[in-house]
């Protein structure tokens, strides 16, 4: 039984746009998705996914191979739901059969998983990349093979981009496989030195349609020339921002995220909890707010090194949760293994 874990993340900027070759800062948080992974004798694979609620019910689900999951919802949302955990498999079985070549297919041989994530679902931090990168770490290591933290990260994007139909950028995967803050342009990925940045996280209890957020912003791109200088804009800001970061500005870094959120705004990424979200942060003297991850509902990032945002936040119609978040220096790791809440003949 082999058990990882993988943080979160916040955008400082420039999430949306990082999707068409801009840069991108996200920053990993401590909050941590755990996936075990045990093997099996046979080539099945079960899913205990206990934190998987989708529109009111949750989902323990038993794998592709075992046929129908137990919940009566249709097969489609299943596999949307279930298709991070699915394509991370299928990655870390195509990462042991490239370095091996003794033993069985690693195609034949199934798995039991727990996933246990502290990091709400769909709610712009990253949680489709921790899960998927802590099972590609743990069904790697669990089959005896070691990745580096860059390649799992590779997997992770493979796997992302494969689920969300070509969608993805390497900066959600890279960040929560490496931690800390990263600088991500199309297929450069670098981690860079930060020092501790005063986040705050405001949540709405609400979530966004990853992909079709993303697709939004692809058609709006080609349809209007402003919408794509748009995109280029949050490239300069991110450019922009680059020296303010290693400075730690953090009132520079703050002004450069209103910015940053107005352009997503323009864009149609947000949504009126959001926005309420952000103006209370910035009424509460924030630094600086905007969304973070793919918007249309979920998490604002906002800085503030004093609790007044906090505050302001747990007292905002609609918000549902705020916390301070500090980054996090570690990305993907082994954890002592536990049973992930399985107990015997439960599987
Ligand atoms: N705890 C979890 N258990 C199982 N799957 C999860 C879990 N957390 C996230 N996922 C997967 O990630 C998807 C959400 O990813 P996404 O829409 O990209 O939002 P975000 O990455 O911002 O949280 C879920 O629909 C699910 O497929
Ligand atoms: C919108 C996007 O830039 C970030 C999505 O982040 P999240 O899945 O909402 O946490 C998409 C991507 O970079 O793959
Ligand atoms: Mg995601």
Known sequence: MTTSSAPG???????????Y???????????RARVTVDRRDDDLLRVHADDLSLDGFTVEYSGASEGTPDV???????????????????????????????GPDPE???????????????????SSAAVTVAGIDA?????????SPEEVADRAFRAEYDVQDGEASRADTFCSAMGGAVWVEGDECRTIETPDLPIVVGFDGGAGDTGALVAGVRQLREEYGFAADTVEAIGDIVREGEQALQSGDVAELGRLMNFNHGLLEA?????????RMVWAARDAGAEGAKLTGAGGGGCVVALDETDETGT???????CEEAFRAELDRDGVRAEPATDGGQSEGDA
Do not use: N, W
């Not at 993340?9 to 999707?19: D, S």
């Not at 279930?82 to 059969?97: H, I, K, S, T």
């Not at 864009?267 to 926005?275: E, I, K, M």
């Open 9 to 19: 993340k916040v955008y400082l900027f420039g999430e949306h746009a990082v999707v």
């Open 21 to 31: 070759g801009e840069p991108a800062v996200p920053c990993a948080i401590e909050r």
């Open 72 to 102: 009566a919802v249709s097969e489609s949302l299943i596999d949307a739901a279930m298709g991070y955990v699915d394509a991370a498999v299928e990655q870390a079985r195509a990462a042991v059969a490239e370095r091996r070549d003794d």
């Open 108 to 126: 034949t041989i199934g798995f039991d998983i727990t996933i246990e994530s502290e990091i709400p679902l769909g709610a712009g931090l990253g």
């Open 139 to 147: 069904a790697t290591r669990e089959l005896g093979v070691e990745l």
């Open 267 to 275: 864009l149609g990424v947000s949504s009126r909890s959001l926005d």
């Open 312 to 318: 302001a936040l747990r007292f905002t119609p609609g």
